[in-house]
């Protein structure tokens, strides 16, 4: 009997051993905080790896450095959520500018069919009539030039759809949701924090 209480302790000292080796084991990761200011240097080392000379893509990616700029003095001054989301929106400027950089590529590339073209164009039509509700919600005067340019690109995708130049049409269509993205971020920046409800 004693062998055998003798036995089952050690194997729960065994196990309780194992158990904290596990939970010791486990790396932690970063703080939401040190890793919003890490994703904040990611987009703004992106930005400067899609760089591209256009006028448009200049004007998005300026854009989002200044959004980047704000998501840090939000940081700075403990409000995580709107720098959580001015964060997403300059990352979905970049990724704009990056679709930018591919339509002006030489290099033979596979496009959608004429049917999948004109799918993604109609969603990112959608997309546009959810942008000005969205514009207005963030309250952010930058939104309003961020609108314009997403209308000039649908337009551009949508003429190049026409003369079947399919590497305008699909990437002018991607920058359009793309940047619609971003306003759709900036509204919800612009949304109070929630608070949980007080008892009465």
Not at 23 to 34: A, D, H, L, R
Not at 48 to 75: I, K, W
Not at 157 to 183: F, G, N, P, Q
Request: a positive charge.
């Amino acid at each position: 009997m004693q062998k055998v209480i003798a036995c089952l302790a050690a194997l729960w000292m065994a196990s309780a051993v194992w158990s904290g080796e596990k939970k010791g084991g486990k790396k932690k990761g970063p703080s939401p905080e040190v890793a919003a200011s890490q994703r904040i240097e990611r987009v703004r080392r992106r930005l400067a790896e899609v760089s591209v000379p256009d006028n448009a893509a200049r004007s998005l990616e300026s854009t989002a450095r200044q959004l980047l700029a704000d998501a840090e003095r939000h940081l700075a001054a403990g409000q995580l959520p709107p720098a959580q989301e001015l964060t997403e929106a300059a990352e979905a400027l970049a990724r704009a500018v990056d679709h930018v950089r591919h339509s002006r590529e030489t290099s033979p590339k596979g496009y959608p069919s004429r049917e999948a073209q004109a799918e993604r164009l109609e969603r990112a039509y959608f997309r546009l009539q959810q942008a000005e509700y969205f514009q207005k919600q963030s309250r952010d005067p930058r939104a309003k030039g961020l609108l314009q340019s997403a209308r000039q690109f649908y337009q551009k995708a949508r003429r190049a759809y026409d003369v079947r130049d399919s590497r305008i049409a699909d990437e002018y269509a991607k920058v359009t949701e793309e940047i619609v993205k971003a306003l759709e971020r900036l509204a919800r920046a612009a949304m109070p924090t929630r608070e949980p409800p007080r008892l009465k």
